[in-house]
């Protein structure tokens, strides 16, 4: 199937580009996912992290060293929101009752709307004892106009242009995601942005992309690419499609406990050290003179499973600041190995991503109906990419000063 008709005058044109979460280039390569509709397809480099810094890298073409998202949180008791807790720690006990999902979930909304989070919150397992001390990076919505500060994002780039376009909401579903993005079309968009996540929560679940339940999602991905097709036709529209990922999956292969390694240290948190324990990075501060000898004593016999990061890693990672934001020294465990307990989950799920961007299963991917430019090699690469295409785009400009999105 072409995107374009056959033998028909070229036509206005819509834009689209279509962000699938953890659509990794080993899921493309077993899978031949929109072959026949996007036949350009080159793998791309995962920016170093989680979906916590490659959003932000996708959605501004920067990297973490200048946007200043990497894990959710990190620690900065001078900086952190979450101060109460030093003296509600005590009350929200026992502990079993407060780690479980559905307690954790309904007080990371109460928490996001007391606060005014307006971005993605979730407390996942950080122990409450250590929230006092922890900032929290995603306090604002990403994907609006001055949702990163002085960093220009995708939205304040669009507005600029004062071409009409629709960026997806974050909070809601695949189905009422793609739903909004053929609303949009119909009601004049010439620029879509669509954001899925749903492939994201089945590959950790079930990392094999050969799986019933990966195969599923894909297809119906594939069915939804060519209803948006339908209706951009239905309005005697051309459709240019791109779909890229921001990384892969690696499969479960152990579990490590380093938190209990560190705290076997009998070192103090908060007053030796801090540390935020993702699901494949340990994070520390290293507060007391002694404490960084210690912990790295302690990670020793761990060392087959993982390192600690170099200068020149941090920088080739795009994650390096000379002012230790995003702490003092990282442990970085090997693919497929994952921290139990970690401050992100209590028990391993069976992928994970996060780990050397240079593994091949972390890789992410691009697909297009066009050639994409060798250049794009990295994630954040895309918003150059789309900033490309926003200003050689021919279309009706939007008459109001701020831009159009369409509801």
């Known amino acids: 199937m072409n995107l374009r008709k056959p033998g028909s005058p070229m036509s206005r044109e819509v834009t689209v580009f279509w962000f699938i979460d953890a659509l990794g280039w080993e899921v493309v390569q077993q899978t031949d996912f929109l072959k026949d509709l996007l036949p350009f397809r ?8 989680y979906s916590s810094s490659a959003i932000p890298t ?3 073409g920067q990297v973490p060293a200048v946007h200043g998202h990497l894990g959710l949180f990190r620690y900065a008791p001078e900086d952190s929101p979450f101060r109460m807790f030093r003296a509600l720690g005590p009350f929200l006990r026992p502990s079993c009752l407060w780690n479980r999902g559905r307690a954790r979930n309904l007080l990371s909304r109460l928490l996001g709307r007391l606060y005014g989070f307006t971005g993605y919150f979730q407390l996942y397992q950080v122990p409450f004892t250590k929230l006092a ?49 053929r609303a949009a079309v119909a009601k004049g968009a010439d620029f879509l942005f669509i954001y899925t996540a749903e492939l994201d929560a089945i590959l950790h ?3 094999s992309p050969q799986d019933p339940a990966v195969q599923e999602k894909l297809e119906w991905y594939r069915a939804e690419a060519v209803e948006l097709l339908n209706t951009c036709r239905a309005q005697g529209l051309e459709m240019r499609l791109t779909v890229f990922s921001d990384h892969g999956m690696s499969p479960l292969a152990s579990t490590v406990d380093l938190k209990a390694a560190v705290e076997s240290t009998g070192l103090v948190f908060g007053e030796d ?4 324990y993702d699901s494949t990075m340990l994070r520390v501060n290293f507060l007391k003179s002694g404490s960084e000898a210690a912990i790295k004593a302690a990670l020793k016999p761990f060392e087959e499973n993982g390192r600690w990061l170099s200068e020149a890693e ?9 002012d230790r934001y995003f702490g003092d020294a990282i442990f970085l465990l090997n693919p497929g190995v994952q921290i139990i307990p970690s401050d992100m989950g209590l028990k391993p799920l069976r992928g994970m991503h996060g780990y050397a961007p240079e593994d091949k299963d972390s890789y992410a991917a691009i697909l297009s109906d066009g050639e994409v430019p060798p250049e794009v090699k990295h994630v954040s690469d895309y918003f150059t990419l789309m900033k490309r295409r926003v200003e050689t785009m021919d279309c009706p400009k939007n008459d109001d000063e701020g831009g159009w999105t369409a509801p």
């Open 42 to 49: 080159q793998r791309v480099g995962m920016q170093f992290g």
């Open 58 to 60: 996708i959605l501004s």
């Open 133 to 181: 001390y922890m900032d929290y990076c995603e306090k604002r919505n990403l994907f609006v106009p001055g949702g990163m500060g002085t960093v220009e994002n995708l939205a304040d780039l669009l507005v600029r242009s004062g071409i009409r376009y629709h960026i997806s909401d974050w909070r809601l579903g695949d189905h009422r995601n793609l739903a909004a993005a």
């Open 205 to 207: 679940n079930t990392p």
């Open 273 to 276: 050290y801090g540390a935020c």
């Open 314 to 322: 941090e920088r080739a990672y795009g994650i390096y600041r000379a």
